[in-house]
């Protein structure tokens, strides 16, 4: 016989008499078989969706380079499109968050992998830099903005009480993975068939995760008749929140009122800057400039990856035990280190120094979300996917303008050194307003009851 635990939601198997038993005394009878939560399974879905959408997030670097020499576009004409793309990725955020509340998350997850195909797909016939505007920029922006992380913030919130920190670096994680398996190939491809086969490679990644998330995932633990990963007690699935344009603009409007709000997306803007749009839009061609081949920088790019999952899962960790205040102060710290020593070591080969930085910079890479989205659940509650959402706006918006600035800096001095310096500042920056952020009083919070 099947039982679900009323105060866990454990899914618990208690096997009744065995016909065999045979005046045993019940023998067996007793005992309980527990299976691992559903909240697992769907953390296990969402991974593998961020993983196979961290596609599209890989193809922008490789790009600036094959456009230029075939359209003779400049860096800065296209880092507008990536631009408009990193801006809408962070500005779709808070409502896609509002609008899971209404339309439920499989709905939007997938209505935003598609989105994302058609911009991918449409990219392979374009002939004007407007062209690519729109379909990377717009479309493949709003796609990817509508499954930003958001998604891994309402399913971290949804699912799980216990164990949050640590499920949210693990789900963030899945784009850093998702990267260390399509940067190499994407880079190998455009290298010998040309960035086309590269971006038909994105789209079909894309469409490849619908099947999972339309079938597998599930909005709410109450749709599966369970509570959420170490709750106390059941918890019903809440209506349809209507308005889901108002409620993401209402959440703005309170968030914007407290400082904590504009200390987070200061040092988030910071984060995207000195990330998204600064190493992940122009390390390949700056490698490539020292006369680095692009298979080469890409693939530095995927190591990257490699330790990022490493550094979220335990930043994860570290969230769950230690301050997210102090924890993001060492963050942004490192970083700016380490970026300030990044223009000594590029060169036209890969070198133990440049692999020490690969190394200690991915550790770094998005370690900073979970402690923000932990302070964010902190200070604004049941609001606290959607805030985050509007902090993550600040984070593309920050990387939005190094994308292009980058871009604009590379033509006009001929190098990149000048961003590297300014975004180790940045970071230094953010260290110190992380620690600026005040603690919300504590409260007294329920019992968990922390099971499997």
Not at 88 to 113: E, N, Q, S
Not at 222 to 239: M, N, R, S, T, W
Request: glycine share 12%; aromatic share 10%; charged share 10%.
């Amino acid at each position: 016989m099947t039982q679900t635990s009323p105060s866990t939601g454990q899914v618990q198997d208690t096997p009744g008499p065995h016909p065999g038993a045979r005046g045993r005394g019940g023998g067996r009878s007793g005992r309980m078989r527990v299976r691992p939560h559903r909240a697992w399974a769907v953390a296990v879905v969402t991974f593998v969706t961020l993983v196979g959408a961290a596609a599209f997030a890989s193809l922008p670097g490789l790009l600036i380079d094959p456009l230029h020499t075939e359209f003779g576009w400049s860096r800065g004409m296209i880092g507008v499109a990536v631009s408009v793309n990193l801006a809408l990725y962070g500005l779709t955020a808070p409502f896609a968050a509002a609008l899971m509340d209404r339309f439920g998350i499989r709905r939007v997850v997938a209505c935003a992998l598609v989105t994302i195909a058609l911009g991918a797909g449409l990219t392979v016939s374009m002939t004007q830099v407007w062209q690519l505007i729109l379909c990377w920029g717009v479309l493949v922006g709003l796609g990817s903005g509508s499954m930003a992380l958001a998604f891994a913030a309402t399913v971290s919130n949804r699912w799980f009480v216990a164990r949050r920190g640590l499920v949210t670096g693990i789900l963030t994680a899945g784009g850093a993975a998702g990267q260390l398996v399509f940067l190499p190939l994407l880079s190998w491809i455009t290298e010998h068939h040309g960035w086309r086969p590269a971006a038909v490679v994105v789209a079909c990644a894309a469409l490849a995760v619908v099947p999972f998330v339309w079938f597998l995932l599930r909005d709410h633990p109450a749709d599966v008749g369970l509570a959420p990963y170490g709750a106390a007690e059941f918890v019903p699935k809440p209506a349809p929140a209507t308005g889901s344009a108002g409620r993401a603009l209402r959440a703005l409007r309170d968030a914007a009122r407290t400082g904590p709000f504009w200390l987070l997306a200061g040092t988030f803007a910071i984060c995207g800057a000195s990330t998204n749009g600064l190493v992940k839009t122009h390390f390949v061609p700056a490698a490539h400039d020292h006369g680095m081949p692009v298979t080469a920088a890409a693939s530095l790019l995927a190591v990257i990856g490699v330790f990022d999952i490493v550094g979220t899962v335990a930043s994860g960790w570290f969230t769950d035990r230690l301050s997210p205040r102090r924890l993001l102060a060492i963050y942004y710290g490192l970083r700016g280190l380490s970026l300030m020593f990044l223009p000594i070591l590029l060169a036209d080969s890969v070198r133990p120094p440049m692999v020490l930085f690969i190394v200690f910079y991915g550790l770094d890479w998005v370690a900073t979300v979970p402690p923000t989205i932990a302070l964010c659940r902190e200070h604004y509650g049941e609001d606290s996917a959607i805030v985050f959402g509007w902090v993550l706006a600040s984070h593309q918006v920050g990387a939005a303008l190094v994308a292009f600035l980058g871009g604009v800096a590379r033509d006009t001095f001929g190098s990149y050194d000048v961003v590297w310096y300014s975004s180790g500042a940045l970071c230094a920056v953010a260290a110190l307003m992380s620690l600026v952020i005040r603690r919300r009083p504590a409260v007294a919070v329920p019992a968990l009851a922390v099971t499997g």
